[in-house]
């Protein structure tokens, strides 16, 4: 029995089948994932996740009990749970990402979208059964008055679902992602809204990564629950229980980044690069291809640079890395095409014979990410509305002179704003003008800015960060 359990829909490791039947294990990408894999494994947290794949499925059916660590494989307690496919699909497609994520990131092209019909009656089904099957695992799992740490939007349901079979158990639930205003959250059908917000409040614990998200939380919490939330104290009261609400920032553990980044696969990455940039200056974005991140519109920011500053043609490089997401959303398909799209055109009007003033990756290739952003003079980070987003944060401590071109939408602009070059993620010409200021920002303001934004970014590593969310279950 265990006495501390994380739960996520993504696994701190994926698996791969290939044509010959061997499985091969990657690490699983995105921010949770980051943020959380070092510290569960370190300290011996039991971790309940999905199988997401084929692969996944194979590597669950070969370890006892779903128990991958006890297949051989160097995960730290790590159990996987294979849910039936169809139900996988619809709850992580169809509702968690095409429509939690969706109504969380104001990404609906309203007059199109959301539509909830019976088809979606029947996707939130599976959202309940997928749910359900994550309670049931912790509820097998759990010791008497364990803490369980159940993460972000693809799992609203279980916290209540879980108190319901093991009252005993202290539960926190985390949102990874932004929340949304009252007045956006209410576009989902009244009784999926209320279930959302009943789900999280059945933890005893809420957690935000930035204050905003919090009070947006609350604010849903009282306009569709007529629930009491105390602003000052942080609490919610429903039904005649009280939840939690906190608010836990999540930066990066420095000294851990910088030592992998130091590896000979990165190192090697960084010479190839060298050699294709020469020595002019760099611009960075790492990110998901995703539609939250706001790529194109960067794109378009910089075409826009390009135009207006002729003086820096054939100085400038972009290295844009957009690798591959959530491929199964035909959204997300049309996005990536649209990002090639975009960055084709630049090619088009700008590209001479020894200058290629964009290089647009689409592939997913860790240590070379490490290499650009210790080459990185700027970093452009410019989502439309982003939970946290730890690119932010470790670009600062991985280059020592990289001047952030930050989205005031990004939780991270909460602690590193002041320090970073903050724009409105849909104002194409003021993002164009940062990337100018950015790359013309005197040496010593960009070394200073740099060191305070590497402070702030590391001050809170994810080790702290699951301290406080274990410390607010004691
Ligand atoms: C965000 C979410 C995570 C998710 C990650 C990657 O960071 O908050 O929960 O794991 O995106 O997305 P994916 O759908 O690939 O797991």
Redesign the pocket.
Known sequence: MNNVLVA???GPVSFTVSDDGELSLRR??????SGLSGVAKDDGVLWVCAA?SDGDRSAVRLAPGGRIDQAGYDTGPLRMLDIPPATFHRA?NAVA?STLWFVNHLLYDIPNAPLFGTKFGREWESYRDYNGAFALALAEEAGHEARVMV????LTLTPAMLRAERPDLRIAHFS??PWAPPEYFSLLPDDVAREVLEGILGADHAGFLTDRWAQAFMDCCEALLGAEADRVGRSVTHDGRTTRIGVHSLGVDGAALWERACEPDVESHMTALKEQVGDRRLIVRID?T?LSKNIVRGLVAYGEFLGAHPEWHGRVVHLAFAYP??HDLPEYREYTASVQRCAQQIEDEYATEDWDPLILNVNDDYPRSLAAYRMADVLLVNPIRD?MNLVAKEGPVLSPRCALVLSREAGAAAELGSHALLVNPYDISGTATALHDALVMPEDERRTRRDKLHAAATALPPQKWLEAQLDALA
Do not use: I
Request: glycine share 22%.
């Open positions: 996520s829909n993504r699983g990408g995105g921010g949770l994932v997401l992580y990402n993460q972000d939007y693809h990874h992602t998901r995703e997401s959530r939970g």
